[in-house]
């Protein structure tokens, strides 16, 4: 566990290696996994303006990561116009982002949110150049896709296995190979 969903903090996190998820859990323990966080990422924006932030932030693999202080990271982006615009650009993604998750949830059919959650991630690893030939490190476990989708794992590992005996994947030792990509776009939907 990087950060508790009750911590009180005056730093702003940054992942600086390797790769963590960032959700929100029911008091029963169901949780929804909002975002997976790769090597550059601010854990969680809203640490700038609310010290607390709600979310569980758990590494998925071996990570590290930096605490600056949020005093610091603000002067940072008051010296820096061009960190300012970087950061800007992060948030306004990051709202899409959250639109277009609750798009998924909302309306996209099981094997559709499979598809758009790899999809997605694939495209994420690929813009910052941590993938080689369609085939990215896949650090997460069936209990992290099932909550990033809202689905059981049962029915997570069924539409895996689907995606894999389309040969839209293939998913083996921690990575991943999108082996059609137009296919893989086509079960996303827009």
């Known amino acids: 566990m990087i950060h508790s969903p009750r911590e009180f903090s005056d730093y702003v996190l940054c992942l600086c290696a ?111 150049g941590f993938a080689k030939n369609q085939t990215i490190r896949f650090s997460l476990r069936l209990r992290h896709i099932a909550d990033a989708t809202g689905l059981t794992p049962v029915h997570t590992s069924k539409m895996l296995r689907q995606l894999r005996r389309d040969r839209v994947i293939d998913l083996e030792s921690r990575s991943l190979t999108v082996s059609d990509m137009v296919q893989l776009r086509q079960i996303a939907g827009p």
């Open 18 to 128: 390797g790769q963590a998820v960032s959700s929100i859990a029911l008091p029963d323990g169901r949780r929804q996994i909002v975002e997976v966080l790769l090597p550059g990422d601010v854990v969680y924006w809203t640490d700038l303006f609310e010290p607390m932030s709600g979310r569980l932030i758990e590494a998925t693999e071996n990570s590290t990561y930096r605490k600056i202080a949020r005093r610091d990271f603000f002067l940072l982006l008051a010296q820096r116009p061009d960190m300012f615009d970087v950061f800007m650009q992060t948030c306004t993604r990051r709202k899409n982002e959250g639109d277009n998750l609750a798009l998924t949830l909302g309306r996209r059919d099981a094997l559709q949110r499979i598809a758009r959650f790899i999809l997605d991630l694939a495209m994420k690893l690929i813009d910052r």
